[in-house]
Each structure stands twice: as structure tokens, then as C-alpha cells.
């Protein structure tokens, strides 16, 4: 079995069963090389339509968005909208955003709130529930064409953790037989307790799975972000695979990489941790080996002060990045204090572009040194109370997304990178053990592409 070229990391070795940080047993992925074509063909991006993006769970959104009975937001996924607004019995219901009259979309905004659905077409109105409540003119339509009365088309809609899932498979078996988490894993974060307070759409010229394959890893940071190296263990990370294509990697963070010969000496990155944790600087420590445990110890005296119920967390939660992978799109940062939700979108028609849609939650609390961690990229001066849910930030091809040093470096890789993947040199990728979170991810897309699943 591979082994580090340093001794690994794990978190918490000691971790037993039930402990959200245990080690997840090996799984034997196998040596496949995939044809680089996945990643630029048009008929493999028909075939993930057909096979894959119709029949599974996908986060269309989070509940806080909706908070109240008539408030909607708009999920868009290739050629498909898809609006989920909340039910007056606090329910989430989600509907093709389309008129069955005239084929007019319903909703033409991202989010909002409303008693009813109005076509701008030619008025017809609908429920909160989908129904149709009202045809203009309804005495001079045969009534045998509304025998049946319209509705909007209905999808399986669930909630779980915070977030809302859709599923265009009607005949779906139930979110709980995909998801590959375990049980409180994503509940002790708390996410129906967080608030958007930014939301980017950036558009970016590479595969939807060239985003996932660069974001799946931790092997890059040394080339890419080598300004990393100060405050994360890259060679340390703890890496778990999980049913139905579904991982994580638990990175440390408030160390300096394994790379590095010198690990005592302070540095700026450091210091900026602590004082992000509100320490003040007579309370940091000499040695850059202590950093990381004086935050964590800073974090439960905020806990306290606040009332945040840290006890539910482990010392590595309140430092660390535990980057979860939910299948087939999805990379979840997560970290008490907020959360960094990103969706590699497909775009509609190119195979060799997509959308990078990320959320940025946060948890408020009466404190202003309270924010998300700064590799989220949050802008100085954004308003992180959560009293106002910001417009989405459209993005357009070619331009940098602005979502911080590190996020922005990559957006500047990966359309080199996808040209690269088109080469007649390029034979499919070698993927080491640091990345078999990429292999996990498609031995699960190829059982979806070959109808296993």
C-alpha cells in the first residue's frame, strides 16, 4: 500500500468509530487511465446528460435563501431552470420554470418572493404549490384541453443539513440512498444557521471536471499557491473516500507545510491566523509548531463567550479545512464559523467551459472580528450580519472571478490546463495517491455513464 513520502499526518490517529475525524478504511480504486476526450468531447458531455446529471442528487440551493412561504430562488443546470420556493407549511417544493401554455419561462430573476406565479406571457398564474389558479380568458379555451388542469412540472425536492436537493429522476429512490456522508456529519456545522453573504457565478474556459479534478487535491499547492505554504500542511492532509463517489480531505491548517525545513519561525501568515481568531498579539507564541492549538483554544473562549456550542466540534474542526466532495459536483469548505459552497456547473452547449458558482455562508455573531476564514476571499467591507442576501456576481468568460489570491490563481490555470488535456501527447491522467479523491470521483461518473447506477 502507498505510503507518504513524510510521515502523514492524521488528524486525530486516535480517532475510533462514530468520531467524525476517524480514518475511513482504504478503498481500491483500481488503475484506470481514462480517454483525456471526457473532458472535451461533445457526445461524453450528451452522455453525463443522459446517464448521470438526470439521476442524481444535486444542491440546488440553501434553505436560507427561502427563509419564509412564497420566497424562491432559481437553479439553472445546462439547458434546464428550476425554481424551489417554500411552501406555506415550510415545505420546499421544486418545479420546472416553465409555462406549460407557451413554453415561456415563469421566473426570470434568481431569487425573490411572491403569493403566486405570474407568466408575463399571457398572465396565466400559478400557486405556490405548482397548480394553476388563474387563465385569462378561460371561457375561450376548449374546455376539453384543460381537462387536466396545467401545472408546472413538479421534480423531487428534499432538504437536508441546510441545503436543498433536487432530482429530475422521478422515479429516484431517496436522497438518503446516494448520500455517501455520514450521519451529523454535515448537520454539526450547522448550515440552516448560515446566510449567504456572497454569491459568485464565474464563467471559466475548462471542463466542469478540470474544475473538480484541480479542486479535489492538495498536490498543487506547492507550484500553484506557494503562498499556502506558511499556513497549511499540503503533505499532511488526511484524504477519505466514502460511498457513491462521495470524499473528503481534512487539511491542516495553522502549520506550515512538511516541505518546509524550518518549522519554529513565525511568519505574517501566522500571526494573521491568530489575530483572524481574535487573539491579540501578547497571546501568540513563539514557535510556529504552538499556532495551531493556541487558535483552536481561542475559538472555545469565543465559543463560550457566545454561545456557539463548540464542544460539538473537534480540536481540528475549529483550524482545519475539511474540504468535502459531495457527488457529482459539489466541494464544501467547512469551518464553524462559515462555509464556502462551490458547484462546477456545466455550461449548456460547450463542453470545454462551466460555470465555478460559489457560495460563501456565514454563521453572524455580535462580533466584528468574526468572519470566514481568508482563503474564502471575502472583499473588506462586505456586510457579513446576514441581514441582506446580496445579488449574485455574474462573472463573464476571460475576466478574474475576484475571489481571492488563491481562488483567482486557479482561474487562471485551469484554461491552460484544458488545453493541454486536448494534446495528441496527452494520453490520460497518472494519478497518484494524492489525488485518489479524482479517481474515487470517476470510477463513480463511469458507473452512472454505464448505467450501473
Known amino acids: 500500500m502507498w505510503k507518504s513520502p513524510v510521515e ?24 484506470d487511465v481514462y480517454d483525456p476526450a471526457r473532458y472535451y468531447s461533445a457526445d461524453f458531455m450528451r452522455r453525463e446528460w443522459t446517464n448521470m446529471w438526470t439521476h442524481c442528487w444535486l444542491i440546488a440551493g440553501v434553505e436560507t435563501d427561502i427563509p419564509e412561504p412564497g420566497d424562491y430562488s432559481v437553479f439553472r443546470l445546462l439547458a434546464e431552470s428550476i425554481v424551489i420556493v417554500r411552501q406555506q407549511d415550510g415545505s420546499v417544493k421544486a418545479f420546472y420554470n416553465v409555462c406549460p401554455h407557451r413554453g415561456n419561462q415563469i421566473v426570470l430573476n434568481d431569487r425573490g418572493s411572491v403569493k403566486q406565479f405570474t407568466c408575463t406571457f399571457h398572465s396565466w398564474q400559478y400557486g405556490l404549490d405548482g397548480k394553476c389558479t388563474r387563465i385569462t380568458d378561460e371561457d375561450t379555451v376548449n374546455p376539453k384541453l384543460l381537462s387536466e388542469r396545467p401545472r408546472m412540472g413538479s421534480i423531487l425536492c428534499t432538504t437536508y443539513a441546510g441545503l436543498v436537493f433536487i432530482n429530475l429522476d422521478e422515479n429516484a429512490a431517496p436522497l438518503s440512498a446516494q448520500m455517501g456522508l455520514p450521519k451529523g456529519y454535515l448537520e454539526a456545522y450547522e448550515l440552516d444557521k448560515m446566510h449567504c453573504v456572497r454569491h459568485v457565478v464565474s464563467e471559466w474556459a475548462a471542463n466542469w471536471k478540470t474544475g473538480i479534478d484541480a479542486f479535489y487535491e492538495t498536490y498543487h499547492l506547492h507550484a ?230
Request: hydrophobic residues 30%; aromatic residues 10%; without cysteine.
Open 224 to 453: 500553484v499557491h506557494p503562498e499556502t505554504q506558511d499556513v497549511m500542511d499540503d503533505m499532511g492532509v488526511q484524504v477519505d473516500l466514502y460511498p457513491n463517489g462521495y470524499s473528503r480531505m481534512l487539511v491542516p491548517i495553522g502549520v506550515k507545510t512538511q516541505r518546509q525545513t524550518d518549522q519554529d519561525s513565525m511568519n505574517p501568515s501566522l500571526e494573521y491566523m491568530m489575530a483572524e481568531a481574535s487573539m491579540s498579539p501578547d497571546e501568540y507564541p513563539q514557535n510556529a509548531r504552538e499556532v495551531r492549538r493556541s487558535i483552536q483554544q481561542a475559538k472555545r473562549r469565543r465559543s463560550e463567550k457566545y454561545n456557539l456550542g463548540y464542544e460539538r466540534f473537534t480540536d481540528a474542526q475549529l483550524t482545519d479545512s475539511w474540504a468535502t466532495g459531495l457527488f457529482p459536483n459539489v466541494q464544501i469548505g467547512l469551518h464553524p464559523e462559515g462555509a464556502f459552497l462551490m458547484r462546477f456547473m456545466p455550461h449548456p452547449t460547450e463542453p470545454e467551459r462551466f460555470f465555478y458558482d460559489t457560495m460563501t455562508l456565514i454563521r453572524p455573531i455580535p462580533d466584528p472580528n468574526y468572519t470566514t476564514p481568508g482563503w474564502m476571499g471575502l472583499p473588506e467591507g462586505t456586510d457579513t450580519s446576514g441581514e441582506t442576501r446580496p445579488d449574485t456576481e455574474y462573472v463573464p468568460l476571460g475576466q478574474p472571478p475576484h475571489l481571492g489570491q488563491v481562488l483567482d490563481q486557479d482561474s487562471d490555470l485551469l484554461p491552460i490546463v484544458q488545453r493541454g488535456l486536448r494534446s495528441a501527447g496527452f494520453k490520460g491522467a497518472i494519478w497518484g495517491e494524492q489525488e485518489q479523491r479524482l479517481r474515487h470521483f470517476h470510477k463513480e461518473l463511469e458507473r452512472y455513464l454505464n448505467s450501473e447506477k
Open 8 to 31: 502523514t499526518w492524521l488528524i486525530d490517529p486516535k480517532a475510533g468509530e462514530g468520531n467524525l475525524e476517524a480514518k475511513q478504511p482504504f478503498i481500491d480504486n483500481g488503475l
